[in-house]
């Protein structure tokens, strides 16, 4: 049994377990991701994204030009990179 340790918090455990991500390894408890983005819509001429915050349990509106130009945190902008092209560049928006 190989033993490996999870760059993020520093726990040993079995090397298997561990996922590779963001160029880090990473245990089962690090591996989650905060933001996801449940749908988009338009207000006027201005995209919204609606993103749920899974660790305040609250959902965010997040402009559609803030996450393109870069001006959200970086956790946000790579959790979001995710789901970007999936739920919103091939969707239709909700009306």
Do not use: W
């Not at 190989?2 to 298997?16: F, H, M, P, Q, V």
Request: glycine residues 6%.
């Amino acid at each position: 049994m190989e033993l490996g340790t999870c760059d993020k918090c520093n726990r040993t455990g079995r090397a298997k377990n561990l996922k590779h991500k963001y160029g880090q390894k990473l245990c089962p408890d690090c591996d989650y991701r905060r933001y996801f983005i449940m749908l988009y819509f338009f207000e006027g001429v201005t995209k919204i994204l609606q993103v749920m915050d899974t660790k305040e349990g609250q959902i965010i509106k997040v402009l559609d030009d803030d996450y393109i130009n870069g001006n959200i945190d970086a956790e946000m902008k790579r959790d979001l990179e995710e789901d970007y092209a999936s739920k919103v560049l091939n969707k239709k928006p909700y009306y």
